[in-house]
């Protein structure tokens, strides 16, 4: 059986390979596919491992030997799945792997605004703590968490984390969510349950874990940003355009917000004309939330197992069933 990983740079970077992935047949890593290279890259390979490549029904096609195609990550927008569905092509993807080290992001935004670490650490070394004329040095804004209240979108794997963490913080919690399931009240009785407007009316913070969809596209727009109290921090761990970004950036350049933590924007990587690049008070990582090495070795152990057992008839973690 023949395996080709288009993607694999992803989630091995430099310290982690796909040389286990020998065990389960001939394997061709490319680091990265261009759109165009794809398809002479699949060739006759009957399985597919990707990340971020489209593979649309032309390119599946053009490849006619693909019988498995494997996401090395939750989402797999980047695959047709009902043409995959058609043609009987299996399509797994690794499901809650870095519920984990979202949540630390999660928490590395909060505090690092609550204590401002780096900033402190800045000044020490230009010499203000030297020539303070004061015997205390810290900067204005210092925020203790306790007593707080944390806003979350959505109550899956994540954001159940970000409940735990938030209430060994001492925080309150409020959550927006869709379904409420009947051992959500059980498991997780300092949580209350409400509705957008109150949550985003009541929160110090509020944090976003919900999926992509129709309807939660642009949730986060100006109207809903105006509820929000002036000094708001706001985080999007989830998916750039569950934001509206150009509302976003206007609300924190007219102080409307706090501050905004985003792991994701619209079209990554940013692009130059993203607005949040030059809004005051926005931090912005590269889409770093699921990739700590523990997490990465969790995930292509996943794909791992995911592929071995198609390959044994005992098919888990499909998609499109």
Not at 76 to 96: L, M
Request: aromatic share 8%.
């Amino acid at each position: 059986m023949k395996i080709v990983i288009l993607d694999g740079y992803a989630c091995t970077s430099e310290d982690l390979s796909f040389d286990n992935f020998k065990d389960l047949g001939e394997i061709v890593v490319y680091n990265k596919s261009s759109q165009d290279e794809i398809v002479d890259r699949i060739g006759d390979a009957e399985i597919v491992i990707t990340n971020k490549c489209q593979i649309t029904k032309e390119i599946i096609d053009e490849c006619e030997n693909i019988k498995y195609i494997g996401v090395t990550a939750t989402g797999f927008n980047t695959i047709d799945i009902d043409y995959c569905k058609e043609k009987g092509i299996v399509v797994c993807n690794v499901p809650a792997y870095s519920t984990n080290a979202v949540a630390q992001q999660v928490f590395a935004y909060i505090l690092s605004i609550c204590n401002k670490v780096e900033k402190h650490d800045e000044r020490v070394k230009k010499g203000d703590w030297q020539n303070c004329e004061y015997f205390c040095f810290y900067e204005n804004g210092l925020m203790e968490l306790a007593g707080k209240t944390i806003g979350l979108v959505g109550f899956g794997n994540i954001a159940q984390k970000v409940a735990k963490l938030a209430n060994a913080f001492d925080m309150d919690v409020l959550v927006y969510t869709r379904t409420i399931r009947d051992e959500y009240k059980k498991n997780y009785p300092y949580v209350k349950f409400t509705s957008l407007d109150e949550m985003l009316e009541n929160s110090d913070i509020v944090s976003i874990h919900c999926p992509l969809t129709d309807e939660t596209k642009n949730l986060i727009r100006k109207e809903n940003i105006e509820k929000m109290k002036k000094d708001a921090i706001f985080i999007n761990t989830s998916r750039g355009p569950v934001v509206n970004e150009h509302d976003l950036a206007e609300a924190l350049n007219n102080d409307m917000l706090k501050y905004a933590c985003v792991d994701v924007v619209s079209v990554e990587p940013i692009r130059d004309d993203n607005p949040l690049l030059t809004a005051k008070n926005c931090l912005i990582t590269p889409h770093t939330a699921w990739a700590p090495k523990e997490t990465r070795e969790r995930l292509l152990s996943v794909v791992y197992n995911n592929v071995k057992s198609f390959l044994n008839g005992d098919i888990q973690n499909q998609v499109n069933k």
